[in-house]
């Protein structure tokens, strides 16, 4: 899972990672991203459980660092594809 030891650590996954995904978003008006917010509400407790379903969304590597997001999708890449998708079909 991924464990973030104070604010500032946090923060820097969340700047790294969150901010560039489509599922982000600062606005208090839109659904915040459901791992972020998971994360956000289960970390303390869930931290030494092996089984917990955070070790999943954000898997940590051999060295105990934060991977990046299973959920991570960049945001142009979207766009991308569906103007990859439209320059096929025309």
Known sequence: MGY???GIEG???EEEYCCKCI???DNPEVP???VLLLHELYNYDDCNKKDSF???????N???YNEKCTMFIPEG???LITDFVNDINS
């Open 4 to 6: 973030f030891a104070n």
């Open 11 to 13: 923060g820097d996954y």
């Open 23 to 25: 599922h982000y978003s």
């Open 32 to 34: 915040q991203c459901p």
């Open 54 to 60: 955070l070790h999943v969304l954000i898997p940590r």
């Open 62 to 64: 051999e060295r105990g």
């Open 77 to 79: 890449l979207i766009s």
